[in-house]
């Protein structure tokens, strides 16, 4: 009976051991959670919506956004659902293709933004001319220097422009996008730079020009083209088809900063996401002046995994006409990968420096029944928490599809979310190594029980 103690404790030691590798964790507890943000709700309103702020959604660990929870006072967890993504988006999309009128103007006209339009007939074909031009056997050469599109007809907001092009290779060119009613008094719109390596290649980067939801209604549209040089560019474009969306929701995406990363070399470099949310898009903007990049982004769960690719596309910051032009976000698919690698194309300069990243993510909103005390609390962050959602249905009986977002909206209170960017790395993943370390603790332990019973059994006087 001497020898049971000292198994015993070989026994709870090699317990504790495993028990410390997943420590329980309450996820009805607020201190269970890694953040922690003050949240104020309007008065009267026992249903109230909320947009997880950018804090939240770099904090979670859980997939399914299941480690979100808002307490009361009393440590209480409040009733929620979570909004469909579509009802923040709610649209009705069509396409619509439209011809496209050549602008003929000067060949030694370089600046448009203060020109007015003429539309003629000749020859069956629509041709747009300069107002100023003069005319005559005179006047300079001619050459297309846009393109116009009747769009007065157009009754929904225009989120995006796909123009059918042929370009000039390996250079970047500017495309410029204004509306006028009169076509004498126009307004920026959107610019964009597009971009093909070489003659068969598809183009590299965006393929379609973003409109801030723009109303078209009785209006034209202008697009204009110019090389890095400001001088325009010898483009065709045939045709251009807008997408149209009615309904169009307010709520933007959200979005957060990434630390400067590392740069592996100038051609590559890493960084681990330490959240579950997946990221919509990566807004890189490079260092230096006057810098293009085709690029690829690649991803993985983890550092066992190979690399995946995301997608490709062109980064890029270029004076333009005395104007700064950076490249829009890359779009990424709905992926939760916890590491990203960006690599810049071998026949460029590469990376400089490590550019600016920001992370932009879709917006999320949930639902809440406030009840019990003041203040109430938004927590977030908790590795394997079970979904706390009810239908939407349980909490508005005879639901519409929106009908949420007529809620008061209630308001938590963070800082600028800033998401650090350490480096990614190769080998085995961190979590591999936590099990091994626990299973060789537990060998471990098991070996030294086998030999204390050896020695007990050994040292028993023999009858």
Not at 75 to 82: D, F, I, K, V
Not at 187 to 206: H, K, W
Not at 296 to 314: E, H, K, N, Y
């Amino acid at each position: 009976m001497r020898y049971f103690p000292m198994r015993a404790v070989i026994c709870a030691a090699a317990m504790a051991v495993t028990g410390a590798a997943w420590p329980a964790s309450d996820p009805n507890s607020a201190q269970s959670y890694a953040l922690h943000l003050p949240l104020a709700f309007a008065a009267d309103a026992p249903l109230q919506r909320l947009i997880l702020p950018a804090q939240v959604l770099v904090n979670l660990q859980t997939g399914g956004l299941g480690d979100v929870r808002i307490f009361n006072a009393k440590g209480q967890p409040l009733a929620m659902a979570l909004s469909d993504s579509a009802s923040l988006r709610q649209t009705e999309k069509r396409k619509i293709e439209l011809r496209s009128s050549p602008i003929m103007g000067s060949a030694d006209l370089s600046d448009l933004s203060a020109s007015s339009l003429r539309i003629e007939e000749q020859q069956g074909k629509r041709i747009v001319q300069i107002e100023s031009n003069p005319a005559g056997a005179g006047a300079p050469a001619k050459k297309v220097l846009g393109a116009l599109l009747d769009t007065r007809a157009v009754d929904d907001p225009v989120v995006g422009l796909a123009v059918d092009v042929d370009l000039p290779d390996a250079q970047p060119i500017t495309f410029d996008v204004q509306a006028s009613k009169d076509l004498k008094y126009w307004r920026s719109l959107a610019q964009t730079v597009f971009y093909r390596a070489e003659a068969g290649s598809s183009g590299l980067g965006a393929d379609h020009i973003e409109l801030p939801a723009a109303d078209l209604k009785d209006q034209y549209l202008r697009i204009t083209w110019t090389d890095a040089a400001g001088r325009t560019a010898p483009v065709v474009m045939r045709s251009a088809t807008l997408t149209t969306a009615r309904g169009v929701s307010s709520s933007a995406r959200v979005t957060a900063a990434l630390a400067q990363p590392v740069l592996d070399n100038p051609y590559a470099l890493r960084f681990s996401l330490p959240f579950a949310t997946p990221v919509a898009a990566l807004k890189i903007k490079p260092a230096g002046d006057n810098v293009l990049l085709p690029v690829r982004v690649l991803g993985r769960q983890d550092a066992g995994q190979p690399w995946t690719m995301m997608t490709t596309s062109v980064i890029y910051k270029l004076q333009t006409g005395g104007k700064l032009q950076t490249s829009a976000a890359i779009e990424l698919p709905p992926t939760a990968y916890r590491e990203i690698k960006i690599e810049a194309d071998k026949k460029t300069q590469g990376f400089s420096a490590p550019p600016e990243i920001s992370l932009e993510f879709e917006p999320v909103q949930i639902v809440a029944l406030v009840n019990g005390p003041a203040p109430f609390t938004l927590a977030a962050g908790l590795a394997n928490a079970t979904s706390p959602y009810l239908p939407m249905q349980s909490l508005m009986p005879d639901y519409r599809p929106a009908q949420e977002n007529s809620l008061p909206l209630a308001q938590a209170d963070g800082a600028t979310a800033l998401v650090p960017a350490s480096a990614g790395r190769d080998g085995m993943p961190t979590r591999n190594i936590i099990l091994w370390a626990v299973l060789l603790l537990a060998a471990v332990a098991l070996g030294v029980m086998a030999w204390v019973l050896l020695k007990q059994n050994a040292s028993r006087p023999q009858q």
